[in-house]
């Protein structure tokens, strides 16, 4: 089976709770991204997205290990998970757009 739906899940200020999306699509393929608040909202969204099909999940680098482990078991095992990571040569840029 190839893959046919992914879906990416972003944290953002402003965002809803109940997830903002947006939807690429071509007649083989559709990639659903969701925009939440925070991690914490994301639990209800992944599960939502598992429901509708989506064969895999991708999340923004913000979730973390903890938050995406949460993921993980929120979704179950029919669902991979994986989040985005940055290496060490962008720790330095990464600081200062989340620097208070």
């Known amino acids: 089976m190839a893959l046919s739906k992914f879906g990416f899940i972003v944290t953002g200020a402003g965002f809803e709770p109940a997830g903002k999306r947006v939807v690429l699509s071509s007649e083989a393929f559709e990639m659903?991204?969701?925009?939440?608040p925070a991690p914490a909202d994301a639990l209800v969204v992944a599960r939502q997205l598992a429901s509708e099909g989506v064969q895999l999940?991708?999340?923004?680098?913000?979730?973390?290990?903890?938050?995406?482990?949460?993921?993980?078991?929120?979704?179950?095992?029919?669902?991979?998970?994986?989040?985005?990571?940055?290496?060490?040569?962008?720790?330095?840029?990464?600081?200062?757009?989340?620097?208070?």
Do not use: N, Q
């Open 32 to 36: 659903i991204a969701v925009g939440v």
């Open 57 to 100: 999940l991708e999340l923004c680098g913000g979730f973390g290990p903890v938050w995406t482990a949460k993921v993980i078991e929120a979704v179950g095992p029919g669902v991979p998970v994986g989040s985005v990571g940055y290496g060490p040569e962008s720790i330095d840029v990464m600081h200062a757009l989340f620097k208070a």
